[in-house]
């Protein structure tokens, strides 16, 4: 029979595939309007998903390496430079079936569970 301790430490790392799975959805899904880093990061916690900058970052520069994703960098009202990222046409495809699978297994595991 496994440990407590060692339930809990399985738990948290299939909680946390879980959630990087719908990492993904939820970040392309808010850059259909422009945002940076920290703005995103917001935006998402206000919505009840909260995300550290060591995930999200990393995650941003992935998305726009295979071309979900543009980004620019810019200053605005003469503070440090932000690079400002949306999602690209490419990206606006992929995240219409994504959207459609994530609907679909849904309805699946509402099924199931």
Not at 46 to 56: H, Q, V
Not at 62 to 73: C, I, M, P, V, Y
């Amino acid at each position: 029979m496994a440990k407590k301790s060692d339930s809990k430490s399985l738990y948290e790392n299939l909680s946390g595939e879980l959630r990087r799975g719908a990492l993904v959805l939820a970040v392309l899904a808010q850059l259909k309007t422009e945002q940076y880093g920290y703005s995103l990061k917001q935006a998402l916690a206000e919505k009840g998903l909260e995300i550290n900058e060591g995930t999200l970052y990393p995650l941003l520069r992935r998305l726009e390496k295979q071309g979900l994703l543009k980004s620019d960098w810019r200053v605005v009202d003469a503070k440090r430079p932000r690079r400002y990222y949306i999602i690209s046409d490419a990206g606006a495809e992929i995240l219409e079936h994504l959207k459609q699978d994530w609907q679909f297994l849904i309805g699946t595991m509402d099924k199931l569970l």
